[in-house]
């Protein structure tokens, strides 16, 4: 049986996949080189809560995360595109939608931006999608 | 007309004053806690940098690590530790009828250079450190 990070990893996944207009996506640990010159996206599962909902034997789980996605853009081009990167992100993933696979339905907390900042020849911003889940 | 304000009507506001001070005093203890435990460390600069201050207070704590030798693995652990305790010390000593929220803050020379570290074997950047920390406690 699939774990339930699993299915809310795949849940993000594929509806990051799905965005339109989205550049290349460098999966968590698969290798991928950037390319100097061309925008992609590093999605990245982080949970941060796994704890039991209500008392008693064999507890309701909650499970709280985020979803953080880096966007990377060619440095030296003002930060229009990360900015238009990022809000079809953060659109993509607005709070208080949902994101389902295979049963397991996630909830969207909040969806915002950080700061952007030079990171070797890319320019990125952070968006971080928090999540919860009732399991 | 009369109203009579009964003695236990202080003491219940006394109460409530005390059980206030104790919750933010706990959330203050999870917050340096939660930084201190997610923090890599490799010579100490960078857990030794965390501040927490009431809320309108500019402290700001800024360790180099240029010059420190790497920490052994107990050392690492121990230097949490220290560095808990030290902030956990500052959260003791804050003024809770004065305090209108505290501001938890990292500002080390080298944070932009961290995640270039090979030695760290963190999981998480700073700037992801400090998204965890406003996930948990938001």
Known sequence: MASIYDNIRAAFEVKLNSVTDVPSIAWENLSFSPTTGQAYVKPRLIPTRREPAVRGLNPQMYYQGIFRIECYVPEGNGP???DDLA?????????????????????????????????????MIPVNIGWYIYS | ???????????????LKEKTEQ?????????????????????GAFVE???INPRGERTRRSRSPA?????????????????????M????????????????????PHIG??????????????????????????
């Open chain 2, 1 to 15: 007309m009369q109203v009579t304000v009964a003695k236990s009507f202080f003491k219940k506001m006394d109460l």
């Open chain 2, 67 to 87: 010059g420190r030798p790497r920490l052994s693995e107990a050392g690492r652990q121990a230097k949490r530790e220290e560095e808990r305790a030290r902030l």
């Open chain 2, 113 to 138: 250079s961290i995640n270039q570290n090979n030695n760290l074997k963190t999981g998480l950047s700073p700037s992801e450190i400090q998204a965890v920390l406003k996930d948990r406690h938001r």
């Open chain 1, 80 to 82: 229009a595109a990360a």
């Open chain 2, 89 to 108: 010390d500052r959260v003791a000593s804050f003024d809770f009828e004065q305090l209108s929220g505290f501001t938890v803050t990292n500002t080390a």
């Open chain 2, 23 to 43: 919750a933010v005093k706990t959330k203050a203890s999870e917050v340096v806690s939660d930084a201190v435990d997610l923090s890599p460390v490799d010579t």
């Open chain 2, 49 to 51: 940098s965390w501040q």
């Open chain 1, 87 to 123: 809000d079809k992100i953060i659109e993509a993933f607005e709070a208080t939608t949902d994101v389902s696979y295979s049963g397991t339905i996630v909830s969207i907390r909040y969806a915002e931006r950080e700061q952007g900042e030079l990171d070797g020849p890319f320019f």
